[in-house]
Each structure stands twice: as C-alpha cells, then as structure tokens.
C-alpha cells in the first residue's frame, strides 16, 4: 500500500510541477493544487506507523499495537484549510487578470495590460491619425 501512494504522490508531483510550467494560469493553479495534494498525502503516508486509530484505552499505559501518528494527521488538515484558502485568492487574482487583459496567460504581450490585438489596433488608430493631421 505504502508503494501505490509512493507512486500516486510521484505522479501528483509531477502533473502538478507540469502544470505550473506551463504559460496559463488556469494551469498553473491546477499545477499548485495537484502540488498541494501531493505533499498532504506525502505527509500523511510518511507519518502512518500503523493502521490503529491514535487512541489508547483507559487505564492501559501504552498502546498494545503501532497506531497512526496525530501530528501529521492535524498538519495536513491545517494544511487543507490553508490551501483552499489560497486557491481562492489565486482564482480571484487569475479572474481579476483575466478582467484587465481579457487573456488567460501569463506571458508578456498580457503583462501590459492589453490584449495584443487591443493593443496592435490603438497603436494603427494613433499612427492613422498622425499621419491625417
């Protein structure tokens, strides 16, 4: 078991660090999720010692068998509310870009403020109206 969530955290990690290369930033958020998600379960495979619940009987001083580790169990929860968290502002700040530049990626014609073609047809309307006066 411990090998199948090996191989599902090495393809999350790698799907997501894909995605974040990639020039749009509907992806790139997508590539931050996945990555995300392949460290909570990277985190929580690492800190399973056993298949227990953490907790011990009353009365018994220690547990009579290996049992699942609280820590990182509370750590990836954390980390959940913390990641949801920021994929609601990275949305917010791709759907304010998108507003702005009425393009979804990230490369530096958008980085002005203008579509490209926006832009290519003011520049033509100014270089047309000098050329009238």
């Not at 199948?4 to 990639?22: C, F, T």
């Not at 490369?107 to 203008?114: K, V």
């Amino acid at each position: 078991m411990d090998t199948l969530l090996a191989i599902l955290v090495g393809v999350l990690l790698s799907a997501g660090l894909y995605a974040l290369l990639r020039p749009d930033l509907l992806r790139g958020v997508l590539g931050i999720v996945l990555v995300s998600n392949a460290v909570n379960l990277l985190v929580i495979t690492a800190g399973r010692i056993g298949g227990g619940a953490p907790l011990v009987d009353e009365g018994a001083s220690a547990p009579e068998a290996p049992f699942a580790n609280p820590l990182p169990q509370a750590l990836v929860l954390t980390a959940i509310v913390i990641g949801f968290g920021f994929l609601s502002f990275a949305l917010v700040l791709v759907w304010r870009h998108f507003h702005e530049t009425r393009s979804l990626r990230s490369d530096r014609a958008s980085a002005t403020g203008q579509p490209p073609a926006d832009r290519a047809r003011r520049e033509a309307g100014r270089k047309a109206s000098d050329a009238a006066e």
